[in-house]
């Protein structure tokens, strides 16, 4: 499957569910950090959040793309 731009709300439930929490927001910026995962993962509150942020994120957080897609499925 491929990665397509998504509403920053649902990207943010990605990472909620995976264990993340919401530490704090700056600007339109909101910052999830999760015990284990040494760089916080960074979303801009946009509509459309470009694929190159979603793919980032979602190394950083250690998630492989079937496990995404299978979150994004629930959501």
């Known amino acids: 499957m491929k990665i397509t731009p998504i509403h ?3 990207l943010c439930k990605v990472f909620e ?4 929490t919401h530490a704090r927001t700056k600007g339109d910026h909101l910052f999830y950090v999760k015990p284990g995962i ?3 993962i960074v979303i801009p509150a946009v509509r459309d959040v470009p694929v190159f942020i979603i793919e980032n994120n979602i190394r950083t957080a250690g998630i492989d793309r079937k496990r995404y897609f299978k979150i994004l499925e629930k959501i």
């Open 17 to 20: 569910i995976e264990g993340f």
């Open 38 to 40: 040494r760089r916080p």
């Open 8 to 10: 920053y709300r649902r």
